[in-house]
Nanobody
């Protein structure tokens, strides 16, 4: 699985950004797909993901502000980020957990930096 993320940048608090991630390779029957982020000095954390059953899960800190969507026809996922806060500053990673055949391997994109200034 190859993941190509884009859309990061700098924005002022209260602003919006949209991240996109294009997936290619063995993308059938994946277990989950979504976004994680890692701020300086902090652990990587879940932002939003969708399971194979179509259930979307959000991290507590982004609920109500971020919206995740998936376009199966284009093998793309998107993260619409609104009401951004300085604490949203992080490198955002697109993530896929592969199917059982890959032993549920984790695949990561290269990361895209989001900077929110106050």
């Amino acid at each position: 699985v190859q993941l190509q993320a884009s859309g990061g940048g700098s924005v002022q608090a209260g602003g919006s950004l949209t991240l996109s991630c294009a997936a290619s390779g063995i993308i059938f029957n994946i277990n989950s797909m979504g976004w994680y982020r890692q701020a300086p000095g902090k652990q990587r954390e879940l932002v939003a993901s969708i399971s194979s059953g179509g259930n979307i899960k959000y991290g507590d800190s982004v609920k109500g502000r971020f919206t995740f969507s998936r376009d199966n026809a284009k093998n793309m996922v998107y993260l619409y980020m609104n009401s951004l806060k300085p604490e949203d500053t992080a490198v955002y990673y697109c993530h896929v957990q592969g199917p059982l055949a890959t032993f549920y391997s984790n695949y990561w994109g290269q990361g895209t930096l989001v900077t929110v200034s106050s």
